[in-house]
């Protein structure tokens, strides 16, 4: 039945149906094999939205679109781009550090790059050329869903239950997310040397950077709060979420003064669609995973599995091998919800600590949104530069090869990745 339901599930994607309509169809294919009523299709799809950590999603999401349209985001970067000063290639650091500081309001990829390109795709364009500021941007973005809040860790944490800690999984993201921005930053100063790009910006003034500093501080506060508060349990993903978004509405409409009230219902808008992406996905995926359940097929995995090798290291190997292959044809969100409920329990009884597998497991997904032939942000930045995705995959592969390499660095060295969550105490 398993196989019949995977059949059905890749046939129709490949035929031109959404991703989450392709898992309600397998589902239904999956219950009328079972023999069980089609009405516990609703049922299952309600029990796997019902839960109060994924109510942080839809706030991270409009806190996100506020900070766009109430130019808090132009106000990270011009601290940044203060920050850097005249060095080689100053304005792809200037871009990285800037979506660092948007993705520790935000939490999702697509989001994060798209305000980065709205804001700095010309001019990174003009000086760089399309293709290398429209790859440097898609791999920006993609540090969103690594630095918490991120809401594909708020995903995994949901699915997983209580035996994960979702302060513990954000403060093991703080560390790949900096190495990951580090390693780019140096890719990015090495490329315009060895290309000649023009040398951009003011030199470094420390006067200046005060001056702008100071002028950002209520905008550089904004992650600290929410992200030390969700951190220290002051109050949990979800409080935080809604912190964020009453934070970033205070600053757009007082502080910048840019956010008109007029802007308000179309932040919601986009807010509401993009959750309900996420949430159709998470719905209609779960069906999917309880036709897998009840045919057994994670313990025939587990059998496979074990029968291959009893090693925890080669068992994380051959999950992160499996998981780049799939995260180069399925979206991450619907990943997790199929595949998390399988491999979680399998992790544990190869005696991997929970917290390391959820950081391999979600880094390795998140690289996918990189890769062809369905990385989302590829195809964002499409739009955005207007350039063929050919041209944008041969300038986006060190980006991709240096999230590989830290996600690496997580598999084999989990004491030095999961040593900030252990100084938090968890």
């Not at 703080?174 to 140096?186: K, R």
């Not at 709060?225 to 979420?241: C, L, P, Y």
């Not at 391999?360 to 530069?385: A, E, H, K, Q, R």
Request: aromatic share 12%; hydrophobic share 60%; proline share 6%.
């Amino acid at each position: 039945m398993s196989s019949v339901v995977a059949i059905v599930f890749f046939v129709t994607c490949i035929l031109g149906l959404s991703i989450a309509f392709a898992f309600g169809l397998a589902g239904l294919v999956g219950l009328w094999m079972s023999g069980l009523p089609v009405e516990m299709l609703a049922s299952k799809m309600m029990f796997a939205v019902n839960s109060f950590p994924l109510l942080a999603i839809p706030f991270f999401m409009l806190a996100g679109e506020l900070m766009v349209r109430g130019g808090i985001v132009a106000v990270a970067i011009e601290f940044a781009n203060t920050l850097i000063g005249r060095v080689r290639g100053s304005l792809g650091h200037v871009t990285i550090l800037s979506g660092l500081g948007l993705a520790s309001v935000s939490g999702t990829a697509v989001a994060d790059a798209a305000a980065l390109g709205g804001a700095l795709m010309k001019p990174l364009g003009n000086s760089y050329g399309r293709p290398f500021g429209a790859a440097l941007i898609a791999a920006t973005g993609n540090l969103g869903p690594i630095l918490p809040p991120s809401t594909a860790m708020i995903v995994y944490a949901t699915i997983v239950g209580p035996e994960l800690s979702l302060p513990a999984l954000f403060i093991a993201g703080v560390l790949p997310a900096v190495l990951i921005a580090g390693l780019m930053i140096f890719y990015v100063y090495f490329a315009a040397r060895w290309r000649g790009f023009p040398l951009l910006g003011n030199p470094f003034s420390f006067g200046e950077f005060a001056r702008v500093g100071f002028r950002s501080l209520p905008v550089l506060m904004l992650p600290v709060i929410v992200i030390g508060g969700i951190m220290g349990g002051v109050f949990t993903a979800t409080e935080g979420g809604a912190i964020a978004a009453v934070f970033s509405l205070l600053l757009g409409l007082f502080y910048t003064r840019q956010l008109k009230l007029s802007d308000i219902p179309v932040c919601l808008l986009h807010a509401g669609l993009a959750t309900g992406v996420v949430t159709v996905i998470i719905a209609f995926a779960s069906t999917v995973t309880f036709i897998f359940s009840i045919d057994h097929l994670p313990l025939l995995l587990r059998t496979t599995i074990e029968s291959m090798t009893s090693d925890p290291t080669m068992f994380l190997i051959l999950i992160f091998l499996m998981l780049v292959v799939i995260g180069m044809f399925m979206e991450s969100t619907a990943a997790y919800v199929m595949l998390v409920p399988i491999f979680a329990p399998m992790a544990l009884a190869y005696g991997i600590e929970p917290l390391h597998f959820a950081l391999v497991f979600i880094l390795t997904l998140i690289v996918g949104m990189l890769t062809p032939p369905v990385g989302v942000l590829l195809f964002v930045m499409v739009g955005i530069s207007g350039l063929k995705i050919s041209q944008i995959v041969k300038e986006v592969w060190p980006y991709i090869l240096i999230q590989f390499g830290v996600t690496l660095g997580a598999l084999f060295f989990p004491s030095i990745f999961l040593f900030l969550p252990k100084l938090a105490g968890y």
